[in-house]
């Protein structure tokens, strides 16, 4: 059997589109994989982390408690999340590596939220997707492929279905790093997945029938990262 990390974006997660049946569905795409992958989904915390984070950052916040606000409302979208997988996965987020590959061992799936300040959730999926030798780590997102650049403001920007972990570097390493900021990738889940050699998948997370075939290992529409 093997092992699979899912980064899935808060932003995918809830939309306020119709996110009951998104739910739903993504938690019967994770149930039809049990037997086949191992499964555990790190969830960010999207809008509902940007919003409170503002707010907190406009009252005088410092950086570490911020990152903390945004730790909260990761491990509560990820309770969304274990509430529409119906008992199949672990009852509470994990709050460390440990607690979540020891629960691994008695949950077909683990879903779990952010971990430390200064960690974003794709990094915390890729530091997951290490300590478990993980196979695949994907990345659930909200565009459907990695771009050569922001395809928002360059409307020459080109869809990448295959790059090296060295050439995804180069494309992060532009971003910045703060609370409640947002990269496709992590520059810092880059480093680790090239560190450890793991195939990183990016997939828009709300196109279900491809998420399904990305985390099953199948041909999928998005960008795959290997060397």
Known sequence: MENVVVSLGGSVLITDDDDTAYLKEVAEVFRSLDGDVRLQVVVGGGALARRYIAIARQ??????????????????????????????????P?????????????FPIVVMGGVSPGYTTDTVAALLAERSRSHRLVNATNVDHVYSADPRKDPGAKALERLSHAELLDITSRGRSQAGSHEVVDPLACKIAARSGITLCVVNGRDLKELGRAVAGGDFRGTVIRD
Request: a negative charge; zero cysteines.
């Open 59 to 92: 009252l005088g916040s410092d950086e570490a408690t911020l990152d903390e606000i945004g730790i909260a409302a990761t491990r509560l979208n990820a309770r969304i999340l274990i509430t529409a997988l119906g008992g199949v996965s672990n009852p509470v």
């Open 94 to 106: 994990p709050t460390s590596y440990d607690e979540a590959l020891t629960l691994s061992a008695s």
